[in-house]
């Protein structure tokens, strides 16, 4: 019992030995300097969203001139949303290479575009295609301007537009080639009779028809529409990106591929496949793509091309992110006087007393060793 007595003695005697040694330690040397834990911090990058592209409306195909000379026009809108939309009162208009503008049609009130479908402007001097304009326009667009799609004459909302010069008041990023030839050709957007690629890079979103051409009207089969994106976002989480996006409806989409590049010019590596949730379903579904093999300070682009049952394709993006370095913690001296957390504290009050505890047993342990345990305990 008095043995029992005098270990108890001698570990009450260490824990106190700790706390005289805590006591005696400066406080600010357990504290953070300023009394806040240095925190590493790792900034996440904004959201990228879809570029601001035409959501509604596009300009899916035209030309400036045709077989029969620069009058043989025409200019091809489409809906390649979801949902009908009302476009009375919006009108064409038309640039120069000198950025000159002018109206060249108003469209009807009342007139309703219905999802996938189409609306045709043609030139009234010499058209030569066989698929009529549901309206004409007098005065031609130059080979080397532009066009616009505007919501009213002012053009205060620009729809959509594309030019063929960088003079022209119409364009996106990079403009289209002049066509100077007479022969049957347009330009359409891509990607070909889906027409639902927009980046806002007219060289990236049109592709010339050289020899052919396919205008269509208000009356022409509308374009079932694979997939319908409601956002395509890629966001940096630590030290990988996800990238993910979000359908409204999948009605003709087998599936996706996801590809990625050190640019915006164009995609350069497939990451993916990624076959459809919701496959010919009116409703969406949400998606995620984790991309692991990333690097600090690199920038990504992101492409998502959708593909129908067909295999026609449809190509979304791009949108991008950077990995960030990380930020380095540096402790740059101690103060005394500082508050530290209790929690810390408490940590070291922990470590210090099973230390003293251990050197206190060692020292029992020896002093019993060497006879002399009995005269001290």
């Known amino acids: 019992m008095e043995r029992s007595t005098h270990k108890i003695r001698t570990w009450s005697l260490a824990c106190a030995l700790g706390l005289m040694l805590l006591a005696v330690m400066p406080v600010g040397a357990l504290a953070y300097p300023g009394g806040q834990a240095p925190v590493a911090s790792i900034p996440r990058n904004q959201s990228m969203e879809i570029p601001d592209t035409s959501t509604t409306i596009v300009i899916s195909e035209f030309r400036t001139r045709g077989p029969s000379g620069a ?39 009342g007139v309703t575009l219905s999802s996938g479908c189409r609306y045709l402007f043609t030139n009234s001097g010499s058209y030569s ?3 009529p304009g549901d309206q004409t326009y007098a005065t031609g667009v130059t080979d080397d301007g532009g066009i616009a799609l505007c919501t009213a004459s002012g053009c205060a909302t620009i729809i959509d537009q ?23 050709q347009s330009q359409e957007r891509l990607a070909l009779g889906v027409n639902g690629t927009d980046t806002d890079n007219n060289a990236a979103d049109f592709l010339l028809n050289s020899g052919t051409s396919n205008p269509q009207n208000i009356a022409s089969t509308c374009t ?32 996706f591929n996801l590809y990625r590049s050190t640019t915006d010019a164009a995609p350069e590596e497939l990451l993916a496949y990624v076959p459809s949730q919701a496959p010919g379903s009116q409703q969406g579904a949400i998606y995620e793509w984790e991309d692991w093999n990333v690097s600090p300070g690199e920038t990504w682009w992101y492409w998502l091309e959708d593909i129908d049952f067909g295999g026609a394709t449809t190509l979304h993006g791009p949108v991008s992110t950077t990995i960030q370095g990380p ?14 957390r209790s929690g810390d504290r408490e940590d070291w009050l922990l470590a210090v007393c099973v230390a003293t505890l251990a050197a206190a047993v060692a020292m029992w342990i020896l002093l019993r060793n060497t006879k002399l345990a009995g005269s001290l305990f």
């Open 71 to 109: 009058a043989d026009e025409f200019i091809e809108i489409f809906n390649l949303s979801q949902n009908a939309v009302a476009i009375g009162g919006w009108v064409i208009v038309g640039s120069n290479s000198s950025g000159a503008t002018s109206i060249r049609a108003t469209i009807p009130s």
């Open 129 to 131: 295609g066989s698929t």
């Open 162 to 184: 594309v030019g063929m010069s960088s003079g022209s008041a119409y364009k996106e990023g990079t403009p289209l080639s002049p066509t100077t030839t007479n022969m049957n």
């Open 224 to 255: 079932p529409l694979a997939v319908t994106l409601a956002q395509f976002v890629a966001t940096t989480i630590d030290d990988h990106i996800l990238v993910t996006w979000e359908t409204v409806s999948e009605l003709n989409n087998a599936g």
């Open 327 to 340: 930020t380095a913690v540096e402790l740059t001296g101690l103060k005394a006087g500082g508050s530290s």
